[in-house]
């Protein structure tokens, strides 16, 4: 069973920057991503990038975060930029194997203020 970690959450002021990190146990060879889930609200895609690099991202977040990943060190980083208060809410790290299996971290808080 492979396990995922984040960090890299935390409070920053609108317009600031936090780079989230996840490390996974084992090798993955699908596609890895991150979600979020604001207060009151389903968790939803915000990135994902597959073991090859290509990469997608929720339309709210284009232009400002930036998804990437070390295959190597089966870890996966998300830069967010220019954040915005609205971004606020627990971001999990997500891993895929080829064969469907799927794991989660247990999540990070990012707090923006505005």
């Known amino acids: 069973q492979v396990q995922l970690m984040e960090s890299g959450g935390g409070l920053v002021q609108a317009g600031g920057s936090l780079r989230l990190s996840c490390g996974a146990s084992g090798n993955i060879y699908g596609a890895m991503g991150w979600y979020r889930e604001a207060p009151g609200k389903q968790r939803e895609l915000v990135a994902t990038i597959s073991r090859g690099g290509y990469e997608t991202y929720t339309d709210s977040v284009k232009g400002r975060f930036t998804i990437s990943r070390d295959s190597v060190k089966n870890t996966v980083y998300l830069q967010m930029n220019n954040l915005k208060p609205e971004d606020t809410g627990v971001y999990f790290c997500?891993?895929?194997?080829?064969?469907?299996?799927?794991?989660w971290g247990p999540g990070t808080q990012v707090t923006v203020s505005s």
């Open positions: 997500n891993a895929r194997q080829l064969m469907g299996s799927e794991y």
